[in-house]
């Protein structure tokens, strides 16, 4: 990255470890720590994958202005190299949260090497803007992938899904999350709770990955 630097941790996994690790970026209005970064690195932690999370530059900086999307991609690109330098070889996923799962998936479509690709809450168009769809480079995806987005989320509607879904490649899994919003929260009169919905994407998960090594 230049002369840039920014903060990453690394969190090994929890439960049943060596299934790799992923580089795990965040949201537009996030950060390396937050609340909603947290309980996906540690549902996911919870699945096999060791995590390491990190801060876009913007936010290194504490500026609340997200940078370009070719910068996002070369600091998540410069993170996954470090990461392999400093882990060694094994499996690598790349990923995160809304934005930064975007700018992952962009990666992917370039063809940066990766084992896999984990999404969480992925913007398929802008709040109440759904002329604006994310889905130009989706097919160019050659890695497995494997895509949470809740049932209300107002930035990947699932009848905006469906015909991008029909286009992409049978490598892609999409796992909806029944009630859910952008930020996996569900309704207490659903009956559940956002535990019981971070349990969810810990099994989808598990067994994500359980299907890669069959």
Known sequence: MGQDATTAIFVPADAVPGAGVLICAHGAGGHLGDRSML???QAIQNAGLSVV?????????????????????ATVAAVADHARRELGPGPMFLGGRSMGGRAASMLAADGFAM?????????????????????????????PVLC???????????????????????SWTMHWIEGADHS????????????????EVTAATREWLARRTQ
């Open 39 to 41: 309980k996906a690195a």
């Open 53 to 73: 999370r990190f801060n876009f530059l913007y936010k290194e900086r504490k500026s609340g202005r997200p940078d370009p999307m070719p910068t996002l991609m």
């Open 115 to 143: 084992d896999g690709l984990i999404l969480l809450a992925y913007p398929l168009h802008p709040p109440g803007q759904p002329e604006k769809l994310r889905d130009a480079h989706l097919a160019s995806i050659r890695v």
């Open 148 to 170: 949470f987005n809740g049932t209300r989320d107002d930035f990947c509607q699932p009848d905006l899904m469906a015909p991008v879904l029909r286009r992409l490649p049978t």
């Open 184 to 199: 996996f929260h569900v309704l207490k009169k659903s009956g559940r709770t956002d535990v019981d919905v971070m349990t």
